[in-house]
């Protein structure tokens, strides 16, 4: 069994280190208390995959399963053949892999679903939002950065559309996101900043090239 804990009050003895730790939203059964009184811990040192990473990978091949009819085993092992050939990486395991490479795999995937039109949870969403990648995906595939719906590119300065000539705008002082009908209005009500706030996102800078590219 595993569960999330906070460590703290750390001390060091000629026996070994102690900690108290907390284990949020979770109490042991009293009839099992005697069986916790030993385990094995594992201390997440900012450099090897964190659990939010590795919540999101199994989220996401979840997604994947859904729409392909595949075995999450399975296509985790696929996923990762093809990310190691495509990026010359060594085979790497999800239980310890590096932080950067999981990060690298993450977004790999990501861009694998977008490319295939691959729905993804909206409440994965929610996680892929993290993502540094996943903003601008959505601004390629037009898909809705809060809901994953068929979007438009949305400019983040209430300056195109509102008497401002498009042709003649520096698009490059711009910000961008993409967002569907629903969620351009709501924007548009409740403010950027607010707006921005309420989902834990925020607009993106685009060079010149990529402007051109995706035709804005």
């Excluded at 069986?35 to 199994?58: C, E, H, N, P, W």
């Excluded at 993290?130 to 950065?145: G, Q, S």
């Amino acid at each position: 069994m595993l569960e999330k804990a906070i460590f703290f009050d750390y001390t060091e003895t000629e026996k070994g280190a102690w900690f108290k730790v907390h284990v949020p939203g979770w109490f042991a059964p009293k009839q099992l208390i005697k069986k916790f009184m030993s385990g094995v811990m594992k201390l997440d040192d900012g450099v090897t995959i964190s659990a939010k990473q590795r919540k999101l990978l199994y989220a996401l091949f979840k997604d994947i399963c859904l729409y392909t009819g595949y075995e999450v085993d399975e296509l985790k092992e696929l996923l990762k053949i093809e990310f190691m050939v495509d990026r010359d990486r060594d085979y790497f395991s999800l239980s310890n892999v590096d932080m950067k490479i999981a990060r690298e795999f993450i977004e790999y995937i990501l861009e694998f679903m977008f490319l295939w039109d691959v729905p993804i949870n909206p409440k994965v969403v929610i996680l892929a939002r993290e993502v540094n990648n996943f903003l601008y995906l959505c601004l390629v595939h037009r898909k809705c950065a809060v809901c994953g719906c068929k979007a438009d590119i949305h400019h983040h300065e209430n300056l195109v559309g509102m008497g401002m000539d498009r042709a003649r705008h520096n698009h490059e002082d711009s910000k961008y996101i993409a967002l569907c009908r629903v969620h351009h209005n709501e924007c548009h009500n409740l403010g950027h900043k607010t707006f921005e706030n309420k989902y834990k996102l925020t607009a993106i800078k685009l060079n010149e090239r990529t402007i051109k590219e995706l035709r804005i």
